[in-house]
């Protein structure tokens, strides 16, 4: 019946006589005849391997990518360049098959990795300690904000409205569902309302979560921020691009308790939308409310450098009801992929990639608001992204832009209708002069 299946008729025959019918077709004796599929699947007819692989050529040549088209979106997912030793290390069989260390006296390559980028990650945020197993950056804030409310034992987090939109949705969908409240707080000017900020928190605050750079691309003042948080008792958890923190400051400088982020630029391909992999580090007074697993150094029996998880805060392995969440994905190839990432960029690797974006967002920038068509919405420090206000609709600019070969940028007016017509433009590394004057040129009309 099934060609694909490699038993014989024998086999088939000999398995039905074990159970003590006659057909395959009593095997599904219990479905009524009225609602049984009675003719074959509207499908095409089978295809050799050859054919199957230019069938798939095909319909993938529809596609188009970054590698295809200049890309200048960003909004949360970023074109970096990825050194390409990163693929010839993570797809080694050891480390891409491998799955979550139960036990450490065979997964020491694994937990190795881990410690690493642990540590790695540490160093960026300057805060003590860091975590596996976060999905993603959005998840990642989730589940500080859950830190917050059981460290502190109240029931409310403020989040700023310049943080990212869709970490703000995975926000309100945890946070629901435990009956806890979830505050958004105005933005005034592209950055977090202080004065609004001040009349919302209270003895109910767990946390206040800010992103710096935030959605709209601003490097918040997190001055302020800090003092009303810390005031009040409450925790401030910063979501943060790990790219910006070679040259701006670092969480732990500022004083955040807990930094969390998306590491998908750290090495990590774009992916069409993941698999991702979110980072989280906290104060050494949080680590035991630190979600997922924590990799920590020891020695064995014989004195050499060796490697355990150390705290295990999952249902899985402690009381269920003394359990910090019940987030379990490893992510560790992609952890493993920003801990390559990092080492080989090294310090100057990863300033001169911060540095770069940052000067080539400021170019582009420049040249683009000369332009008749549009005009600045924000005067506020930026690191690699910004807003300008178009004379026309995102979408139809983007539209032009894509004849060009250009992936344009986001647009804003989606997650906050107050923003008419603006749009969000990414610039990294990646982007030459001679692609900026192309982005500039193709907005401006011309041909």
Avoid at 141 to 148: K, N, P, T, V
Avoid at 335 to 347: E, N, P
């Amino acid at each position: 019946m099934f060609p694909y299946i490699p038993n014989t008729l024998e086999d088939e025959k000999l398995m039905l006589k074990s159970i003590g019918i006659e057909s395959v077709e009593e095997l599904f004796s219990d479905i009524p005849d009225d609602v049984r599929f009675k003719r074959e699947l509207n499908i095409n007819s089978p295809m050799s391997e050859l054919e199957v692989q230019k069938q798939m050529k095909t319909l993938s040549n529809k596609n188009k990518g970054t590698e295809d088209l200049v890309c200048f979106l960003g909004a949360g997912v970023y074109d970096h360049y990825i050194p390409s030793i990163i693929k010839h290390i993570v797809s080694r069989s050891e480390f891409y098959t491998a799955y979550t260390p139960y036990q450490p006296e065979i997964s020491q390559g694994t937990l190795q990795a881990i410690f690493e980028y642990q540590s790695l990650i540490c160093n960026l945020t300057g805060l003590d300690v860091a975590n596996a197993s976060m999905y993603d950056g959005a998840t990642a804030c989730a589940e500080a904000a859950l830190m917050a409310t059981e460290h502190t034992k109240r029931t409310a987090v403020i989040v700023s409205k310049t943080v990212h939109p869709e970490i703000r949705k995975v926000l309100a969908t945890y946070l629901g569902f435990k009956d806890l409240e979830l505050i958004e707080v105005d933005e005034k000017d592209g950055v977090t309302d202080i004065s609004k900020l001040k009349e919302l928190v209270d003895s109910k605050t767990a946390g206040v979560i800010v992103q710096s750079p935030n959605f709209f691309g601003i490097i918040e003042d997190m001055t302020e921020v800090e003092k009303i948080a810390h005031d009040n008792k409450s925790l401030l958890i910063m979501s943060v691009d790990p790219i910006s923190l070679a040259i701006l400051k670092t969480p732990g400088e500022i004083g955040a308790d807990i930094a969390v982020g998306e590491g998908q630029s750290l090495g990590n391909a774009m992916n069409f939308g993941g698999p991702y992999l979110g980072f989280m580090t906290a104060t050494t007074k949080l680590m035991r409310k630190v979600p997922g697993r924590i990799v920590g150094q020891t020695e064995d029996v014989d004195g050499k450098r060796a490697f355990v998880l150390t705290l295990q805060a999952r249902e899985q392995h402690i009381r269920r009801e003394k359990a910090t969440s019940n987030i379990c994905s490893n992510q560790a190839l992609n952890a493993l992929t920003a801990a390559i990432y990092l080492t080989t960029m090294g310090k100057q690797g990863l300033k001169e990639v911060a540095t770069q974006s940052m000067q080539k967002a400021h170019y582009a920038y420049k040249e683009i608001i000369k332009l008749e068509k549009y005009k600045e919405v924000f005067h506020k420090p930026f690191f690699k992204e910004f807003v300008v206000q178009c004379d026309e609709s995102v979408s139809q600019i983007n539209d032009k832009l894509l004849e060009s070969n250009i992936i344009g940028g986001y647009e804003v007016e989606k997650n906050y209708p107050d923003h008419k017509n603006e749009l969000l433009i990414c610039v990294t590394e990646k982007r030459t002069k001679s692609e900026i004057h192309q982005l500039i040129t193709a907005m401006e009309g011309k041909k």
